[in-house]
């Protein structure tokens, strides 16, 4: 504790004695400063104890003394002592009032002790606070050293909130509470999840200081990592603001567990490059090798149905964006307990995660999201848009599949980046396109040119008003080469049909009895129809 007025008067060797402000005695007392100036407040910082003999002042008027003390209490002074029988045999009764008016501790000083006594008392319990206070510091960071070693990041946890008596918590780099201790704060560290996203969007290293959820407390973010984005983040929830000890004890933990952050990136890292080895393998057909490869590191992924994932994205803000959807995915997993294989390729993110998990399910998430603020702030619908500007973030999907169909699920999940890039999607699911419908794969640019190109003539020669050749192409087709149907569809006999098909055929320059014409003639119809 730093001195305070009640311990200077309870220090034997002053014989001070209390005038007035009796109930402020245990305000704490920052330096004790000797000023005979009738205003000494523009050398005054606040927590002074100011002592004087009034030299300059008329200590006897009352309304100079209210005017003098008004000004000490608004300038942060904490008390006044005076000596007496120097000028003045006894505290002049306009002193004492005004101090007692303005509630300012009032403390008479005896001639025999000296104003150095007081100085050296309050230097000596500011100097011997400041010890307690590194002593304790090294206590806590021993403690909390021996945590780390032992236990791991919950047991610095668990030491740092006995050491400030408050709450702490650890969050990783989506701002999911990974641990916190005691176990009632992860509720409480929970509902602080906007206010860490606010700190990670700062360079490293960042703090915040807030309200605690219902201001029911007073909480200190930390970013935690050593690069420009945190990698974790650190929350001290606490009664009161942090002392001299207490901030030693945050300081410790904030290195530690950066420590153990950057110590989890170099094994993750190891970890990507096994993962990369695994990947291979499957891809090259060899899962056996793959799942000895993989050990229990990714075992169990591989043994159960597993989700394919391709991203790609450019530089910049796209960039960033498969970062952080890795990390999503990562966290994800992680919460849940599931293994989950990424491997990074430049532009590109290559993932295998449980079918039906939490990794999955972070990324779709995740996609939706980022598809909900393109199409807000650009205001642009996937239609208008046409595909995917070149460099954003885009997602496939493979269909469930295990070791021995890995190389399938890579090419459907290729395959689904390939048509989200085309729609101007972010997220496309394999499965999507093998439910649904082909027609939408018809918008790209290279098959409305390649049926522009083959209907042409066919336009060009309807232009001329000699005939609906297109339409009846058309009705022909839809028909399966049924005569008499299409004829009734077109309202002509169906010697007209048969008469305008061989014109089909001597413009075009291709046979209708061939299957491959007949199904490139209607995918070129439906490109055509569907701009």
Known sequence: MPPTLASLVHHSALKLTVRAGEDRLDVPVRWAHVSELADPVPYMEGGELLLITALKLDAEDPEAMRRYVRRLAGAGVVGLGFAVGVNYEEIPKALVDACAEEGLPL???????????????????????????????????????????????????????????????LYDASGAVVAAAPEWAGRRAA??????????????????????????????????????RPRAALAVGTAAALGTAERYAVHSAIALLTLTTERSR??????????????????AGEPDHARAVAGDLYGGLLDAPFRMIVAESGSGAAGEALGELAESMESAAARAGE???????????????????????????????????????????????????????????????????????????????SVARRRGRVFVEHEQLAAGSVLPLLADDAVKAFADGLLRALHEHDATGRGDLVASLRAWLSRHGQWD???????????????????????LGRSLDDPDVRMELWLALKATSAE
Request: with cysteine; proline share 4%; hydrophobic share 45%.
């Open 107 to 169: 403390l008479e000083v005896p001639r025999r002790t000296p104003f150095l006594a007081i100085s050296k008392a309050v230097s000596a319990a500011i100097a011997a606070d400041q010890y307690r206070a590194v002593t304790a510091g090294f206590a806590a960071q021993r403690e909390l050293t021996k945590q780390a070693l032992n236990t791991g990041p919950e047991g610095v946890l668990g030491a740092l909130a006995a050491q400030v008596d408050g709450w702490a918590a």
């Open 191 to 228: 509902r602080l999840t906007a206010e860490v996203e606010r700190l990670r969007e700062r360079p490293a290293p960042a703090s915040s200081v807030v309200g605690g959820p219902d201001h029911e407390d007073r909480v200190e973010l930390h970013s935690l990592g050593t690069g420009r």
């Open 266 to 283: 170099s094994l993750h890292a190891a970890e990507q490059r096994v993962g990369a080895a695994v990947l291979r393998m499957l891809l």
């Open 339 to 417: 293994a989950v294989l990424v491997v990074p390729e430049g532009e590109r993110l290559v993932v295998l995660a449980a079918d039906e998990g939490a990794a999955v399910a972070a990324c779709s998430a995740y996609a939706a999201a980022l598809e909900a603020g393109r199409t807000a702030s650009a205001g642009r619908t996937a239609s208008e848009q046409g595909r995917a500007d070149e460099g954003e973030l885009v997602v496939g999907l493979s269909a469930p599949a295990g070791p021995i169909a890995a190389s399938a699920a890579y090419k459907q999940a290729e395959q689904a980046l």
């Open 485 to 507: 149907a299409a004829a009734a569809d077109l309202g002509v006999h169906r010697h007209t049909l048969r008469y305008r098909m061989r014109r089909v055929e001597e413009i």
